[in-house]
């Protein structure tokens, strides 16, 4: 106990409460926040799982018939996520 007393008293001990303070309500301040980045990054990921579904429907047409469907040249035409899949989608 000598050697924390020895440490924790003047203005060395003073500056190291104060920084474990400030780290500890920092602490405190994201973890209030963190439910509210959880639920706002929801309609985000539901964004790449539809565009992931549009794409694994257009490598499982190019697997099947070996091309890329194209109504001009240089412009890959991908065919929308089916009503009936995006309704059968995961909750996240």
């Known amino acids: 106990m000598d ?8 203005a060395v001990g003073g500056v190291v409460v104060v920084v474990v303070a400030l ?6 301040v994201l973890w209030f926040c963190l439910p509210f980045a959880v639920f706002g990054i929801k309609p985000l990921l539901r964004e790449v799982l539809a565009q992931q579904r549009i794409t694994n ?3 499982q047409n190019l697997a099947v ?4 469907t194209s109504d001009r040249p240089g412009r890959v035409v991908l065919s929308r996520v089916p009503a009936d899949a995006r309704a059968g989608e995961p909750h996240l």
């Open 3 to 10: 050697i924390v007393n020895q440490y924790m008293t003047g």
């Open 23 to 28: 780290f500890i309500l920092l602490l405190a």
């Open 57 to 59: 429907e257009y490598l």
């Open 65 to 68: 018939t070996g091309k890329a």
